[in-house]
């Protein structure tokens, strides 16, 4: 089963994501979730991002919030609305949200 989980806060999920079962899982970070995408703490990315092989963060949530697409970390494909949409018919016929 292929799986999408949409992170909307920038508190750690990781307990959380470990326990989804997934043949492929595949993480949208949205709202105050991009924070996983572009903050690091003491160097390190948010540990969020070795959680799944696929992260996508919505390029308008990061433009709110002051960050620029290509300063996100290199694991995160930064994606427009439709691009997300496109992705989701066409890849995660189940979602979640956390």
Known sequence: MKLGVF????QIAVDTLGRLKSDQLGIFLVQNGVYHAALAEGGKGSPLLDAA????ALREDLETRGFAADAVDA???????GDIVDLIFSDYPKLAWL
Not at 7 to 10: E, I, L, R
Not at 53 to 56: D, E, L, M, S
Not at 75 to 81: D, E, P, T
Request: no cysteine; charged share 25%; proline share 7%.
């Open 53 to 56: 092989p696929r992260v996508y």
């Open 7 to 10: 992170v909307s806060d920038y």
């Open 75 to 81: 694991r995160v494909k930064v994606l427009g609305y």
